[in-house]
Nanobody, 115 residues
């Protein structure tokens, strides 16, 4: 059974930081590209950051310079370090694993940026 379990969401003030984690099981983690998506109320799900099997990273323009994605293949975990958070970063954040179109999703974790 494939499981992607996100953790680390919560309420944070503008300008604050959070680190999300996503622990995978049931897949050959190192063979998958891993990504974080987010979905705000009334909006479509959007790609936030991706890290390939080889460690190459990519980011949405809206988070470049503020968010960092990383992976630990030994722990089968992907992380999203988020700094300088803004109210517009408020969303449910989803972990995604993708290998040649075989996509898996986590259940999501809520991030709320508010004073």
């Amino acid at each position: 059974q494939v499981l992607l379990v996100e953790a680390g969401g919560g309420l944070v003030q503008p300008g604050g930081s959070l680190t999300l984690s996503c622990a995978a099981s049931g897949i050959s983690f190192s063979l998958y590209a891993m990504a974080w998506y987010r979905q705000a109320p009334g909006k479509e799900r959007e790609l936030v950051a991706i890290v390939t099997r080889g460690g190459t990273t990519g980011y949405a323009d809206s988070v470049k310079g503020r968010f960092t994605i990383s992976r630990d293949n030994a722990k089968k975990t992907v992380y999203l370090q988020m700094t300088s958070l803004k109210p517009e970063d408020t969303a449910v954040y989803y972990c995604n694993a993708d290998r040649l179109g075989d996509q898996r999703w986590g259940q999501g974790t809520q991030v709320t940026v508010s004073s």
